[in-house]
């Protein structure tokens, strides 16, 4: 029995959700299983919890998505009556012409007739009596009862969708008038919704990846609204062309908006009858090639000089209440450490590898991020006053981490307003440390495998990312005491 969600297989227990029928045309499947990993049915109830959640979250949003959008009803509602439009025009030439329609435009025909519930008897007979024997057929009575009888058809039709009753009649003036219909963006509301929750419960996407998405498909669907176009690539690339931003990130934005498209035609029937014989908007894009080397490089970081580091540290040091960020530009200037990585410091991440003091990164963007970092001589002195001043068990102070738990938000904008006022452009951010620590190792000689094992980064080869153990404590340190810099440190008194 499994009344309670949970299963016992090969002595462990199984949490199960059937999934309701109306739901597993999106889920494509009937149940969702997830092993408990555990033969004790007391813990299996509370490890099963958030499974029923998820699985819920996710029944819930397929329901939503197999539901008619007003607007799904909007774009079809214009494709009918373009076509029906169409229609008429091929059956008048058809008479004036006094030939026979094409079995194409047979069929259309009895697709029209057939578009509502059955005709009543009064209606069939209007449409018969044009064909009586020896009768004289009116072209122009002929069309006029037809349109008639299609249009009756076509708001029977629409009065049986299940909506709200003013996007029934928005929806009956655009059958009557194709040019009523205002473009209002298949990238709906709720759909937008519903892709987030896939993104991140189904995928397990960061939230910040995720929000980015979100928040460009929000402007996405403004814009189309806002200037009534359809989802179209013509006006994919018009909207492109509205952005001041890099190529880099354009392509971010198309791959954020194909990523929609993928999803919704997989698991949003309703957005997959619209579109699934349509290319994607999204693709194949061109971007102008700008061979000017003066241009290309126009974006491209940039390393802080020797005397660059001074500079940023000096005016650090002479602003009110910056000593954490005179701090962290040491920090950064001294290891090559990203910003966040620094800010993550804990006094217990200050550890002894073969008798040398180390900084140990953790939860670093890539394996190889993962590292110890010997502490250069000139930091000894800030490292232990901040080992002995920390309030929370972090080295670097962070007035709050953001909705995302990153701890170097404020102090990354407080160096943005730093250099931006010492005079560094936008080629030069907190980033650029790291550059000038790599720049300075290399100009000292030291091999690129040792370089690359102090910032973490693979080194790209077999050898030395798959079989060495990496360079020994000893040999870092030897690296990172050549990085000088013409800085004079003060050294401030143990508590602030």
């Known amino acids: 029995m499994a009344s309670d969600n949970l299963v016992l297989r090969s002595g462990l227990w199984h949490a199960r959700l059937t999934i309701p029928a109306d739901a597993r045309p999106t889920l494509n499947r009937r149940e969702f299983t997830a092993s408990l990993k555990t033969g004790s049915k007391t813990e299996a109830q509370r490890l099963k919890?958030?499974?029923?959640?998820?699985?819920?979250?996710?029944?819930?949003?397929?329901?939503?998505?197999?539901?008619l959008d007003p607007e799904d009803a909007r774009i079809q509602a214009k494709a009918l009556a373009e076509r029906a439009r169409e229609f008429y025009a091929d059956v008048?030439?058809?008479?004036?012409?006094?030939?026979?329609?094409?079995?194409?435009?047979?069929?259309?025909?009895?697709?029209?007739?057939?578009?509502?519930?059955?005709?009543?008897?009064?209606?069939?007979?209007?449409?018969?009596?044009?064909?009586?024997?020896d009768g004289r057929l009116d072209a122009f009575e002929f069309n006029r009862d037809l349109q008639s009888l299609v249009q009756g058809n076509m708001e029977k039709q629409a009065n049986t969708l299940?909506?709200?009753?003013?996007?029934?009649?928005?929806?009956?003036?655009?059958?009557?008038?194709?040019?009523?219909?205002?473009?209002?963006?298949?990238?709906?509301?709720?759909?937008?919704?519903?892709?987030?929750?896939?993104?991140?419960?189904?995928?397990?996407?960061?939230?910040?990846?995720?929000?980015?998405?979100?928040?460009?498909?929000?402007n996405l669907k403004n814009w189309l609204e806002t200037n009534r176009r359809d989802l179209t690539h013509e006006s994919i690339t018009a909207y492109m062309d509205t952005l001041?931003?890099?190529?880099?990130?354009?392509?971010?934005?198309?791959?954020?908006?194909?990523?929609?498209?993928?999803?919704a035609l997989r698991y949003d029937e309703n957005f997959k009858k619209l579109?699934?014989?349509?290319?994607?908007?999204?693709?194949?894009?061109?971007?102008?090639?700008?061979?000017?080397?003066?241009?290309?490089?126009?974006?491209?970081?940039k390393a802080f000089a020797p005397e660059d580091v001074a500079k940023l540290y000096d005016a650090a040091k002479n602003q009110k209440n910056r000593e954490t960020l005179s701090d962290l530009i040491l920090l950064g200037a001294y290891t090559g450490a990203r910003i966040e990585e620094l800010c993550r410091l804990k006094t217990s991440d200050i550890v002894k590898e073969?008798?040398?003091?180390?900084?140990?990164?953790?939860?670093?963007?890539?394996?190889?991020?993962?590292?110890?970092i010997p502490i250069h001589s000139k930091l000894q002195p800030v490292v232990d006053r901040l080992v002995k001043n920390s309030e929370d068990g972090y080295l670097i102070k962070s007035t709050s981490g953001n909705k995302y738990g990153n701890r170097s938000d404020a102090l990354s904008k407080q160096f943005g307003r730093l250099k931006t006022d010492a005079g560094y452009n936008s080629q030069f951010?907190?980033?650029?440390?790291?550059?000038?620590?790599?720049?300075?190792?290399?100009?000292?000689?030291?091999?690129?495998v040792l370089i690359a094992a102090i910032v973490g980064h693979e080194t790209g080869?077999?050898?030395?990312?798959v079989y060495s153990a990496g360079p020994s404590p000893k040999q870092k340190r030897d690296a990172i005491s050549r990085l000088k810099y013409p800085i004079k440190q003060e050294v401030y008194k143990a508590a602030f």
């Open 429 to 448: 951010v907190f980033h650029s440390f790291r550059k000038t620590v790599i720049t300075q190792l290399q100009r000292s000689d030291v091999p690129g």
């Open 244 to 263: 001041s931003v890099s190529e880099k990130t354009k392509k971010q934005f198309l791959f954020a908006g194909s990523s929609f498209w993928k999803w």
């Open 275 to 301: 579109h699934r014989d349509q290319q994607s908007p999204f693709q194949n894009h061109d971007f102008p090639t700008n061979r000017s080397k003066r241009a290309a490089t126009s974006t491209e970081r």
């Open 49 to 67: 919890i958030p499974y029923l959640q998820q699985w819920q979250s996710l029944i819930d949003q397929a329901r939503s998505t197999s539901k």
């Open 461 to 465: 080869t077999i050898t030395f990312d």
């Open 92 to 133: 008048a030439q058809a008479h004036i012409t006094n030939g026979p329609l094409s079995t194409e435009k047979a069929d259309a025909v009895a697709d029209f007739l057939s578009l509502g519930p059955n005709h009543s008897q009064e209606e069939w007979e209007r449409m018969l009596r044009h064909f009586e024997v």
């Open 162 to 218: 299940p909506l709200k009753e003013a996007d029934k009649d928005e929806i009956k003036q655009i059958l009557k008038d194709p040019s009523h219909y205002r473009a209002k963006s298949p990238i709906t509301t709720t759909r937008i919704n519903a892709f987030k929750v896939h993104q991140e419960q189904v995928k397990g996407i960061v939230q910040k990846t995720v929000d980015t998405q979100v928040a460009r498909l929000e």
């Open 354 to 372: 073969e008798g040398i003091q180390c900084f140990s990164i953790k939860d670093a963007k890539t394996a190889a991020g993962e590292r110890n």
